[in-house]
Nanobody, 124 residues
Framework: QVQLEESGGGLAQAGGSLRLSCTVS????????VGWFRQPPGSPTREFVA?????????KYADYVTGRFTLSRDNSKSMVYLQMNNLISADTAVYYC????????????????WGPGTQVTVSS
């Protein structure tokens, strides 16, 4: 069973940066598309942020983070990174790393295995 664990959350000022990391274990990392999702305060649902294909050759971003966030993966370390720049207060949320095993090398803006989440708070 694949397991995920996020790190790197915390408090940042508007306009600042944070880098989130996701460690994946328990299965062959390169068989999974991995993404980031977030749940803002008071929201009952998680929203898609970004996803990367198994090889790292393809990425997809939500419109509200395009140009500010960059997603990458290192298959040799079983790690995924989300570099968040120019943060705004609307980015405040619990951020979750999610994975989905795929047969082909495509982006998948959905996941069925989740980490516990990490809090990101942006102060204005």
């Amino acid at each position: 069973q694949v397991q995920l664990e996020e790190s790197g959350g915390g408090l940042a000022q508007a306009g600042g940066s944070l880098r989130l990391s996701c460690t994946v274990s328990g299965d062959t990392f390169s068989m999974y598309a991995v993404g980031w999702f977030r749940q803002p305060p008071g929201s009952p649902t998680r929203e898609f942020v970004a996803t990367v294909s198994r090889s790292g050759s393809a990425t997809k971003y939500a419109d509200y983070v395009t140009g500010r966030f960059t997603l990458s993966r290192d298959n040799s370390k079983s790690m995924v990174y989300l570099q968040m720049n120019n943060l705004i207060s609307a980015d405040t949320a619990v951020y979750y790393c999610g994975a989905r095993r795929t047969v082909i090398d495509v982006v998948v803006p959905a996941s069925n295995v989740w980490g516990p989440g990490t809090q990101v708070t942006v102060s204005s």
